[in-house]
């Protein structure tokens, strides 16, 4: 592990505890009536809840990824249990996500606070886009609406901006946001000094660099909400049988150290963990009110040290290295789907939609990577794996 990451996992430490630490915390509202899944539970969540920068809304700590998931029974019963925010987009599951997560919250609809996003280029395709994400979420409008997957600020063009701001006016949107993936350095910057943007999602987890807390903090004290994703660093959740690094780290529970990582941070105001069955809820809902400790630490460091040859954190260093101009980035993305979320229709679903060009590509014909990762992912052979599972 290198110095700086270390230094980045163990400055989590340093924060105040999320059961006393922020000003924008506040305790749980008193529910007019209990939850009903909650009353057949030998014990209810203890949820804790931020306030969504200026927007002033009200969320758990813990809110629902919906992207891989395709239980709508999962999603209801977050809902029963007291989750308040749910997280779709336009693209997930060919449109199929969003038609799902709107019947699963049909009777909340008041209750929760729901974002979708679009991946749109244009203002008109844009608006157009919104219009599908409200009749397939069966809904008048959304809390947030995000531009979809924005890595610099020339994405953020001035007709996307329109396009927000033209649906807030018209009412079907409260909220407009942009979301990132990589190059959060320049980007989050950008959007914290941009008076249109309400809130940022951001991939956010304990393998990043010590600067994602200071943009984050910039960005939190210039009044956004900051919802943080990909909190788990890949998932990674597949079986090993017989690896004994991989059954510690289950057994011990790595994937909720990383939540609890991430929801001790005054300035993340959610979390949008990807939930698939009710274990994992269960699993999730206790890093509401669980603190992250030593051990927690610990399992994070050796989390990190397990999946460095693997996980690609998409900070863009090695952009424009491939000598076949292959998206390294991108493509170790789609992998991930499959291989740490177990998303396998999804990888291949954005490997194929990528330029043809790039899908021909096979890293096995060339005599030498020119792709060189500072943080250890074995680039070429990741991408020979992902040649050999996506590509036609
Ligand atoms: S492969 Fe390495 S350098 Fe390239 S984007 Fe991923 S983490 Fe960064
Ligand atoms: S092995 Fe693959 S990633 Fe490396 S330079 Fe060749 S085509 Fe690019």
Aim: positive net charge; glycine residues 8%; hydrophobic residues 40%.
């Amino acid at each position: 592990m290198t110095r700086s990451r270390r230094s980045f996992l163990a400055s989590g430490l340093a924060l105040p505890v999320v059961a006393s630490a922020t000003r924008s915390e506040q305790a749980p509202p008193a529910p007019a009536k209990p939850p009903s899944f909650a009353k057949a539970r030998s014990s209810a969540p203890e949820l804790r809840y931020k306030v969504l920068g200026k927007t002033g809304l009200k969320v758990t700590t813990v809110g629902f990824g919906c992207m891989i998931t395709s239980d709508g029974s999962v999603v209801e019963r977050a809902a029963d249990l007291g989750i308040t925010y749910f997280d779709t987009a336009r693209g997930y599951q060919t449109g199929n996500n969003e038609r799902m997560v709107g019947a699963a919250l049909k009777k909340k609809r008041k209750e929760i606070v729901l974002s979708t996003k679009s991946g749109a280029h244009t203002k008109e395709e844009a608006l157009a886009q919104l219009d599908t994400s409200l009749k397939e979420l069966g809904t008048d409008f959304v809390d947030i609406w995000y531009l979809h997957a924005k890595s610099k600020p020339e994405e953020i063009t001035d007709g996307l901006i329109e396009a927000q701001q033209i649906a807030k006016k018209a009412g079907k949107i409260r909220f407009a946001g942009v979301s990132t993936h990589s190059g959060q350095k320049e980007l989050i910057p950008f959007l914290a000094k941009n008076p249109n943007v309400d809130v940022i999602l951001t991939q956010y987890n304990f393998s990043m660099e010590p600067f994602m807390n200071q943009v984050i903090d910039d960005a939190a004290k210039a009044g956004k909400g900051i919802v943080a994703m990909k909190i788990m660093a890949g998932g990674f959740r597949r079986p090993q049988p017989g690896n004994p690094v991989y059954e510690k780290l289950k057994r011990d529970g790595a994937m909720l150290a990383a939540l609890k990582w991430a929801v001790r941070n005054p300035n993340v105001h959610t979390t949008v963990p990807s939930m698939t069955d009710m274990d994992q809820l269960d699993e999730n809902l206790r890093a509401c009110s669980q603190p992250f400790g030593a051990a927690d630490e610990k399992l994070l460091a050796l989390q990190l040290d397990h999946i460095r040859p693997i996980y690609c954190r998409m900070c863009g260093e090695c952009a424009g290295q491939c000598r076949q101009g292959l998206p390294v980035a991108d493509v170790l993305r789609f992998l991930t789907y499959a291989d740490g979320y177990g998303q396998f229709a999804l990888g291949r679903e954005r490997f194929l939609e990528l330029d043809a060009e790039h899908t021909a590509v096979r890293c096995t014909e060339c005599p030498v990577c020119t792709v060189q990762c500072p943080y250890g992912v074995h680039v070429a052979q990741r991408l020979i794996r992902a040649q050999d599972l996506f590509a036609c």
